[in-house]
Protein backbone atom coordinates (compact mmCIF):
# COMPACT_ATOMS: atom_id res chain seq x y z
CA UNK A 1 0.00 0.00 0.00
CA UNK A 2 1.42 3.48 -0.99
CA UNK A 3 0.88 5.81 1.89
CA UNK A 4 3.16 8.50 4.39
CA UNK A 5 4.53 8.30 7.65
CA UNK A 6 5.51 10.94 9.83
CA UNK A 7 8.36 10.79 12.86
CA UNK A 8 12.35 10.82 13.68
CA UNK A 9 15.10 8.70 11.97
CA UNK A 10 17.07 7.05 13.87
CA UNK A 11 20.06 4.12 12.81
CA UNK A 12 18.75 0.32 12.57
CA UNK A 13 20.50 -1.50 14.76
CA UNK A 14 20.22 -5.33 13.91
CA UNK A 15 21.86 -7.53 16.56
CA UNK A 16 25.11 -5.68 17.04
CA UNK A 17 25.74 -4.16 13.95
CA UNK A 18 24.24 -0.79 12.71
CA UNK A 19 22.80 -1.82 9.33
CA UNK A 20 23.74 0.80 7.09
CA UNK A 21 20.95 0.47 4.31
CA UNK A 22 18.49 0.22 6.78
CA UNK A 23 16.81 3.25 9.06
CA UNK A 24 13.98 3.16 11.79
CA UNK A 25 11.19 5.71 11.82
CA UNK A 26 10.01 6.29 15.48
CA UNK A 27 7.05 8.33 16.50
CA UNK A 28 5.93 8.01 19.76
CA UNK A 29 2.84 6.82 20.25
CA UNK A 30 2.68 4.76 16.58
CA UNK A 31 4.38 1.59 15.90
CA UNK A 32 8.08 1.86 14.80
CA UNK A 33 8.62 1.60 10.65
CA UNK A 34 11.74 0.01 9.31
CA UNK A 35 12.75 1.76 6.38
CA UNK A 36 14.46 0.95 3.69
CA UNK A 37 15.77 3.63 0.80
CA UNK A 38 18.21 5.29 -1.23
CA UNK A 39 17.08 8.32 -0.55
CA UNK A 40 17.77 9.21 2.91
CA UNK A 41 21.61 9.41 3.82
CA UNK A 42 23.77 8.93 7.11
CA UNK A 43 24.06 13.17 6.99
CA UNK A 44 20.35 13.38 7.16
CA UNK A 45 20.16 10.90 10.02
CA UNK A 46 22.91 12.78 12.01
CA UNK A 47 21.23 16.09 11.46
CA UNK A 48 17.66 14.69 12.85
CA UNK A 49 14.50 15.95 13.09
CA UNK A 50 11.01 15.14 12.22
CA UNK A 51 10.08 14.05 8.77
CA UNK A 52 7.49 13.05 6.48
CA UNK A 53 8.47 10.21 4.37
CA UNK A 54 6.34 8.96 1.13
CA UNK A 55 6.37 4.99 -0.03
CA UNK A 56 4.95 1.75 -0.31
CA UNK A 57 4.18 0.35 3.27
CA UNK A 58 4.41 -3.32 3.73
CA UNK A 59 3.97 -5.59 7.13
CA UNK A 60 6.24 -8.38 7.67
CA UNK A 61 6.84 -10.85 10.43
CA UNK A 62 5.03 -8.55 12.50
CA UNK A 63 6.95 -5.41 11.85
CA UNK A 64 6.07 -2.26 9.52
CA UNK A 65 8.68 -1.68 6.76
CA UNK A 66 8.87 0.88 4.13
CA UNK A 67 10.17 1.37 0.70
CA UNK A 68 11.02 5.45 0.62
CA UNK A 69 10.82 7.25 -2.79
CA UNK A 70 10.50 10.86 -1.46
CA UNK A 71 10.65 12.92 1.84
CA UNK A 72 10.10 16.39 3.28
CA UNK A 73 11.66 17.72 6.32
CA UNK A 74 8.96 18.98 8.76
CA UNK A 75 9.31 22.25 10.64
Known sequence: MYGHA?????????GLKEKHS???LYNEGTEDVL????????ELVK???KMR???IITSNKGFK???VESFIELK
Open 47 to 49: RGG
Open 65 to 67: EMS
Open 35 to 42: IHSKYISK
Open 6 to 14: DGFIAPCIW
Open 22 to 24: AYL
Open 53 to 55: LFG
